[in-house]
C-alpha cells in the first residue's frame, strides 16, 4: 500500500513538473522571451519569503493569498487554451489535469484531514469532536461579577 501512495506521489510530482515547463514555454512564446527569463518572471511573481516582524515568523510575497490560486488557474487556462489551439492535445491533458488538482487540492486536503482524523480517533477510543463551523469563533463569556466572585472565593463555588 505504501508502494502504491509512493508511486502515485511520483507520478504527480512528474505530472507538475512536465507541465510547469509546458507553462514556461507557453508564457514565454507570448512574452517573447526564452525559458529562463519567463521562468525568472514565474518565480519572482510566486516567491515568497520568511519574514520576522514583531517577535513573529510570516511569509510574505509579492502576490497577496486569495489572489495566487486564481492567477494560478487562469495561467493554466491560458496554456490549455493556447494548446487546444494549436492542436496540441497531449499537453492540452497535462495543463487540464494541472489545473483540475489546483482548483480541487483544498477538498481532497480536508477529505484526506477527515479522514486520517477519524481514524486517529477511532484507535485511541476517544469520540471524535463535533464538526463546528470554520466561521463560528467558540468561547465562554462570564460576567465580571461571576468572575470576581470565582476568584474571591478560590474558583470554588
Known sequence: MLGVALFLLAVLAGT????????????ADYLGTGRVVAGLLLGALFAR???ISRGKVRIV?????????PLMASILAL??????VRGDYVPALFAGFAMAFLLTYPL???????RMSSSFFKFTGRQRPQDNDDMVIDGEFREKKEVDRLRDDGGSR
Open 108 to 114: 481532497l486536503k480536508r477529505l484526506m484531514f477527515d
Open 49 to 51: 519569503f520568511p519574514w
Open 16 to 27: 507538475m513538473t512536465y507541465t510547469v515547463y509546458l507553462v514556461v514555454g507557453v508564457l
Open 79 to 84: 496554456c490549455l487554451m493556447t494548446f487546444l
Open 61 to 69: 510575497g509579492l502576490l497577496p493569498k486569495p489572489v495566487r490560486r
